[in-house]
């Protein structure tokens, strides 16, 4: 019996930008529910939530301040429980964003630590008479002075969202409380905000500099934490079926693949792939490759090239739409468990401002801020706020062309007039040729077969700028060649195959050459008895 996760696709939504339903500029869960049809019409099996707990929101939630409600932005405990039936009623899962790293600096918990050394809380956070080196990841230093009890406590992203103290055993059994809290709501697992941060170095070494930069040595993926995780995941797992994916920041496969696997996370986010900066096909085959030979066979990587900490893959990659396509095809034909990103069905693309006060990320105003007091100009400090911000991948999901392509007064939901290259689900939906009819049939071939959800690689290799992969289970075995380059490149494979899905025609005659074409993905079906692609 395949888990079901991973015969699913995740489909990640943006609490604030997905829908709106009460006119309040700002997205909930009424609005998701009015969605589920168009979900499982696109074919997903899972939704994961960024978080919708009680936040003052600094960084969109990710700073949470109480663990056992929902935002009143968002709606009601009863709008989640609805929202978590109708999910299941179409047999659509649920993931919830846990950041167990830190919380809110409004957090109760917070508060009482704060109020003196001797408070029952304090050991919850970390504290220390003085800062060592090591910075936030938002930039400048990861401490702050607090006058009350004259030390300063640590916090690896913004001031406001305070690290706890995971040596101290009372933060686990509050942690676990929360997530048993959530799973007894029906959750069918969670996304585990920056979970290898959750130790830190005992002895607070000072973190070393490369080329100007800080290396994150001793704030993270320290001694400890594996065991930390193995807890947590034994912890779920007792429920039947749960399902955990961590985000591990980091790009290095030798450590991203300690933290899956047998009584360990799920799966993990694999950065080394879904964080290539400049597209090159060379690259992420290789990354492809170096995750296969690295992953023992327990172990599935993820999928994904774009969220809402990241610029979206069709911009970043060159605003092509073919090209969007391919990636497409990438993510929901390789090995591993696909995280399709809201509105990357559509194309949606990037926004960038031109007037840093429309700007909501923390993590670029951060930007904007440290570069004017490095002594840049406001045209230079706002080019690097853009370079950091995350507000371009966070606009509300394009429904129709009322839809803003932006934010108004910091609220995503306000609407514009249209703007001449926003692409709509309404003028999608029922056109063939469309991105979002695209992804539809990408999604069904993924349901229909089983090989290309577990199937292994048969074989993985790259040619003149091409991608081509064979998958294979004991029944089937699927061909997908993914031409990166400008020039049609040809392979040598099996007599009659059948064409399963193509971007640029609509039949193969079945001959033992696959010419493939400019920019063309195509998938292909063999049949299993036979010998795969000749090499050469
Ligand atoms: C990772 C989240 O994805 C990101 O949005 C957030 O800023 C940091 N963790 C801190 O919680």
Redesign the pocket.
Known sequence: MVKWWKGSTFYEIYMPSFKDSNGDGIGDFSGIISKLDYLKGLGVGGIWLTPFYPSPKV??G?DISNYYAIDSDYGKMEDFELFIREAHKRDLRVIADL?L??TSSEHPWFQQSKSSKDNPKRDWYIWRDKPNNWESFFGGTAWEYDKTTNQYYYHA?AKE?VDLNWANPEVKCAMFDVMKFWLEKGVDGFRL??INFLKVNDLFSDNPYENGEQTHLFDKDQEGILSVISEIADFVHQYPDKFLVG?V?SEDLEILKQYSGLRMLDVVFNFNIGSIGEFDAKTLFQQLTATEDAYNKEQVPTLFFS???MSRHISRFGGDKGRAKLIATLMLMAKGVPFLYFGDEIGMRDWITDDISKMKDV?GIMGYQLALQAGKSHEEALLSANEKS?DKSRTPMQWNAQANVGFTDGKPWITIPKNANQVTVEEQLDNPASMLSFYKSLLKLRKKHVALQVGNYKLLRFKDGMIYFVRTNQAEKIVVALNFSEQAVSLKVEEGMKLLLSTKRTSFEGKNVLTVLANEAIILKGDISNDLIKEG
């Open positions: 960084d969109n990710y950041v790293n830190h992203f969202q905000d920056v985000e920041g969220s809402h900490d993590q995350r």
